[in-house]
């Protein structure tokens, strides 16, 4: 992904509060350049975000990151259901973080943490939550897919 373009976006529709467009960018970027998670995992956190929070836009943009990543389209179809014993173990465990109360069990910590180390499980709570939050305002704007941006697999 050509993260100018992602940034571009949303930039477009937070300057119409100048302030926190200074503030958020750096923030949202970082999770992009300078995350823990390896690419694949992080792209696994936000697809099952945008999937939660019904976010056609973040959801387009991020199965086309998400296959430049290494996700194939079986595993962009199967991060649509609740139903994650079709996963891998490590990959159910991430895609089981994203909850929607925001709120991991003792388990999944422990898990997250022996994974990534205590600030990989921190990072993959606020990607999810930085996701959700995104979503709300692409969600709430009526931000529109661009034409040229279509996702892998709809959104359902």
């Known amino acids: 992904m050509s993260t100018t373009h992602a940034t571009r976006i949303t930039d477009d529709l937070l300057l119409h509060h100048p302030a926190l467009a200074v ?3 750096p923030f949202g970027l970082s999770f992009l350049t300078d995350g823990i998670l390896p690419a694949r995992e992080r ?7 945008s999937w939660h929070c019904r976010s056609p836009y973040e959801w387009a943009h991020h199965t086309k990151i998400g296959r430049e990543c ?13 139903d994650l014993r079709e ?3 490590p990959d159910a465990e991430l895609l089981g ?23 990989g499980a921190i990072e993959t709570v606020m990607l999810a939550g930085h996701y959700a939050m995104l979503a709300g305002v692409l969600n709430s704007a009526g931000t529109r897919i661009e034409p040229s941006i279509e996702a892998l697999v709809p959104l359902s």
Do not use: F
């Open 87 to 89: 996963w891998p173990g």
């Open 97 to 119: 973080a994203v909850v929607r109360d925001h709120s991991l069990s003792e388990a999944q910590w422990a898990n997250l943490s022996g994974r990534y180390g205590t600030a």
């Open 70 to 82: 290494g996700i194939s389209t079986e595993e962009l179809r199967r991060i649509t259901t609740a």
């Open 43 to 49: 792209e696994l956190v936000i697809l099952r975000t």
């Open 23 to 25: 503030r958020y960018q």
